[in-house]
């Protein structure tokens, strides 16, 4: 948690004044540098996942990773690819809400990069512009495209902003969902509201706007095209408010109502790691994993990225660290040499098997990644 609010804190001053600005709306967005910085992608030992997706239920796949390091962002474009080549993965639940996963899904239909500006990561961090680029490519070269499903909270001028786009087009709106995107598209509102973590006036903000959209459910049903409505209801019928204790079991419902109505049997999510534990390491609290688990209308593989001779970046994303999970953190390192003899490439994936077995209590598997360096922004 802290080090995703240390980032939170890097993107907000890092892009105040320019950040999530509409082109139609306020001040002209600034062009950021999509120079990438080249990582390998080449994920060893991927075919583990094969068996499991070979199942009769429907399939869910998890992926933990660190957000202050560049491994997610170079296996994340290859993992979808072979995914949907090999197993089928169309759709892709993103720890993020339905707003931003919006802005990805408008990108992915049209290539046009201001839509990805609305977003955290690729908004922000080249190693993820790069990803969102190759991601882009290969969609577009697809029969039946990518779906992306955000499952998390909204921020609010995201949430704010993806509702404009959607409903500013339409003629003959209710009155006071006219008045509402004047707000939206006032300097005042951007000074107002964050895309950090949630202030009260932010949750307020969310609420009051799901509210006011639910007494217009009939017009805006009437009204709009059958995508937009979805997109439109995801928004309003979130079950995630913010960085609360009931967080992990928001996410969990939202993933779940999902896939239990989904006419698609295998998914993928890549999430924050700490998500990922059935039997978190530092304290008693249940995980997302841990719900998911639970479910019996479908499966849930849950693993994470451990980082050797690997760097993240330290606190307040200043200065970089190096890291040597594999061989000094509990319960890895107990097991060090048997994990770093399956490390037989810069990514590797390792089925905790055999020897390996005890490690099950926390998760699934773990992906190995050696001498990968920081996120580049």
Do not use: C
Not at 137 to 142: H, K, S, Y
Request: charged residues 25%.
């Amino acid at each position: 948690m802290k080090e995703l609010n240390a980032f939170l804190i890097l993107f907000l001053v890092a892009n105040m004044g320019y950040a999530q600005n509409d082109p139609g709306i306020g001040e002209e967005i600034k062009q950021q540098d999509s120079t990438a910085i080249e990582v390998p992608v080449e994920v060893v030992n991927r075919e583990y996942f094969k068996d499991f997706f070979e199942e009769s239920k429907k399939s869910l796949l998890l992926v933990g990773e660190n957000h202050s390091s560049s491994v997610a962002s170079g296996i994340y474009p290859p993992l979808i690819e072979y995914h949907y080549k090999e197993n089928g993965v169309k759709t892709l639940f993103i720890e993020f809400g339905p707003a931003e996963a919006y802005f990805y899904s408008k990108y992915l239909a049209t290539g046009e990069e201001r839509h990805l500006k609305y977003t955290i990561y690729a908004g922000y961090y080249k190693d993820w512009m790069r990803a969102w680029k190759e991601i882009y490519e290969f969609n577009e070269t697809l029969e039946e495209p990518l779906e992306i499903v955000g499952v998390d909270f909204d921020r609010a001028r995201t949430f704010a902003y993806a509702l404009y786009s959607i409903l500013s087009p339409y003629e003959g709106k209710p009155t006071e969902i006219d008045s509402l995107l004047n707000v939206i598209k006032s300097q005042e509102f951007y000074n107002t509201y964050t895309v950090g973590y949630p202030t009260e006036l932010d949750m307020e903000f969310v609420t009051a706007t799901k509210e006011l959209l639910k007494r217009h459910t009939t017009a805006l049903e009437k009204l709009l095209k059958p995508e937009d409505k979805t997109v439109v209801e995801r928004m309003v019928q979130n079950k995630a408010l913010g960085f609360n204790d009931e967080r992990e079991l928001h996410i969990t419902a939202n993933v779940t109502d999902f896939v239990k109505k989904s006419g698609e049997q295998e998914f993928l999510m890549l999430v924050g790691r700490d998500h990922t534990y059935l039997d978190a390491i530092y304290d008693d609290d249940l995980r997302l994993a841990s719900y998911l688990k639970k479910e019996t209308d479908f499966t849930t593989l849950t693993g994470l990225i451990l980082h050797e001779n690997s760097q993240q970046w330290g606190e307040n994303y200043t200065k970089e660290i190096t890291l040597y999970e594999v061989r000094d953190k509990i319960p890895w390192k107990e097991y060090f040499q048997v994990l770093d003899s399956k490390a037989v490439a810069d990514i590797t994936v390792v089925p905790l098997k055999g020897e390996l077995e005890p490690l099950t209590q926390y998760v699934d598997y773990v992906i190995i990644a050696r001498n990968m360096g920081p996120i580049q922004f």
